[in-house]
């Protein structure tokens, strides 16, 4: 069981700006690729970004040019920077591993986000 602390959500208008954190334990940490997943009510979750262990990042095609993920290694944190929301970016988020499912620790609690119109 790692333990997954997200923060950061919240209600924003559209165009607004959120950044999520998530902090774990840090050699776990260290030593994972870590990615941001979002689950909208009556969808299933999605990975919407992963950043490797050094500096190599993949988006979804919903988020890219929009959400920025980064990592400070010395914080254990992994950090998703988020621009110019849109409604349809309603959901809940999480972090996790940036690994298939079958290798992906248990989930979080999450941080929601809500972005009005």
């Known amino acids: 069981q790692v333990p997954l602390v997200e923060s950061g959500g919240g209600l924003v208008q559209a165009g607004g700006s959120l950044r999520l954190s998530c902090r774990t334990p840090?050699?776990?940490?260290?030593?994972?690729?870590m990615g941001w997943y979002r689950q909208a009510p009556g969808k299933q979750r999605e990975l919407v970004a992963g950043?490797?262990?050094?500096?190599?990042?993949n988006y979804a095609d919903s988020v890219k040019g929009r959400f920025t993920i980064s990592r400070d290694n010395a914080k254990n944190t992994v950090y998703l920077q988020m621009d110019s929301l849109k409604p349809e970016d309603t959901a809940s988020y999480y972090c996790?591993?940036?690994?298939?499912?079958?290798?992906?620790?248990?989930w979080g609690q999450g941080t929601q986000v809500t972005v009005s119109s």
């Open positions: 996790n591993r940036w690994a298939s499912v079958g290798s992906l620790w248990s």
């Open positions: 950043i490797s262990t050094g500096v190599i990042t």
């Open positions: 840090g050699t776990i940490f260290r030593a994972n690729a």
